[in-house]
């Protein structure tokens, strides 16, 4: 069965730091690009972040210096490193895979997310 799994969200404080990981079953990553999305109660799900196959790095603006993407293809796994947390960045986070490029081609493989809730 080919799927991505999400895992490391929780409750943090403001200002606090969660990484997130996603790992997938079923396939290699290391051919894909990765993006990370979150959709906040009531919202449309928004882009947040992208790495591609070569390790190229793409952020929203909103997340521009707080957030690091990175991959480990030996552990077949992407990461979202989120720093300086902020109330506004609640919301359940899922990883999807695109072929090669963060910019073309149609997202698959979505995960079932995994919550992150920022309060105080």
């Known amino acids: 069965q080919v799927q991505l799994v999400e895992s490391g969200g929780g409750l943090v404080q403001p200002g606090g730091s969660l990484k997130l990981s996603c790992g997938a079953s079923?396939?290699?990553?290391?051919?894909?690009?990765i993006g990370w999305f979150r959709q906040a109660p009531g919202k449309e799900r928004e882009g947040v972040s992208c790495?591609?196959?070569?390790?190229?790095?793409l952020y929203r603006e909103f997340v521009k210096g707080r957030f690091t993407i990175s991959r480990d293809n030996a552990k077949n796994t992407v990461y979202l490193q989120m720093d300086s947390l902020k109330p506004g960045d609640t919301a359940v986070y899922y990883c999807?895979?695109?072929?090669?490029?963060?910019?073309?081609?149609?997202?698959?493989?979505w995960g079932k997310g995994t919550l992150v809730t920022v309060s105080s």
């Open positions: 999807a895979t695109r072929s090669n490029s963060c910019h073309d081609g149609t997202w698959a493989n």
């Open positions: 790495i591609t196959s070569s390790g190229s790095t």
């Open positions: 079923g396939f290699t990553l290391d051919r894909y690009a």
